[in-house]
């Protein structure tokens, strides 16, 4: 078992982006349905048998909709935005090492504090430590491929990790997943609860995945993809990317193929 790693260096210290600082209170914004996908997409199989068949319902929200979840720091351990140490064995794991940061923020650019953002992934070869996962692609023993971490004042999160590999999927002969990192966030309210998927830039397997080529809006789908943050990188060690999450209203980060939430 491999000593505990010292905390994580904020990755904000490489960078020269200045930090915006919050801005006043704003209420929930309304979900923008046109930049998401219909519910039924017949190129994307598994929405044809779980999408509705019926028209939604419009509810107002409820008190518990929107207070939320409150986590504090108390909540979470010391490695739990390490994914290259958090469920290291006997050394770290194969893969490229990275760094994905950003900020967690509403429609009007505030901020959102303290909200949990949790993180799930393949291993670098592109398979899940999932027991259904049946890929061919080896199990790393020091890769677990979860973790979590809170914001900041700024709503800002970083995490460190490997590069997860694509892999191929049931979905038609030759369907293959870009290299994607899953996320939750419960931002300030249930009714703000958003679950999404990162992309990196450059990946040639993004316009050809049919999940992703339900998107309607190239914007939203853009909204989805992280770019390279070389200030952000440390250098002889770990690349960067910046993946901001904007939660509900009309620049909201696209909902993961869901008629609820976000």
């Not at 790693?5 to 209170?25: I, Q, V, W």
């Not at 207070?67 to 290259?84: A, R, S």
């Not at 700024?154 to 490997?162: D, E, I, K, L, S």
């Not at 997943?177 to 990946?203: C, K």
């Amino acid at each position: 078992m491999n000593a505990q790693a010292p905390a994580l260096r904020d990755p904000r210290l490489n960078s020269l982006e200045p930090l915006t600082p919050p801005l006043g209170d704003g209420g929930f914004f309304q979900r923008d349905r046109s930049i998401h996908p219909p519910a039924h997409a017949p190129g994307y199989k598994s929405s044809v048998l779980r999408s509705p068949r019926q028209s939604l319902l419009s509810l107002e929200n409820s008190v518990s909709e929107i207070t939320g979840p409150v986590f504090g720091h108390n909540d979470l351990g010391p490695l739990d935005n390490d994914l290259i140490r958090n469920y290291a064995r006997d050394g770290d794991p194969v893969g490229e090492r990275i760094i994905v940061h950003g900020r967690v923020l509403d429609e009007t650019g505030r901020g959102v504090p303290n909200t949990l953002v949790e993180f799930w992934q393949a291993n670098a070869g592109g398979r899940y430590r999932h027991k259904k996962d049946t890929y061919l692609a080896p199990v790393d023993p020091n890769f677990g491929g979860c973790g979590r971490a809170l914001t900041d004042d700024t709503g800002y999160y970083y995490f460190r990790t490997v590069k997860p590999g694509p892999y191929p999927w049931r979905n038609y002969v030759n369907s293959w997943r870009p290299a994607h990192i899953h996320f939750s966030v419960f931002g300030s309210g249930f009714a703000q609860r958003l679950i999404t998927q990162m992309y990196f830039e450059g990946d040639p397997l993004i316009p050809v995945c049919p999940i992703l080529t339900t998107i309607p809006d190239k914007d939203a789908l853009d909204r989805l993809v992280a770019p390279l943050d070389l200030n952000a990188s440390t250098p002889f060690d770990s690349l960067a990317y910046r993946f901001d999450i904007v939660l509900r209203g009309q620049r909201s980060t696209y909902f993961e193929n869901r008629t609820a939430g976000n």
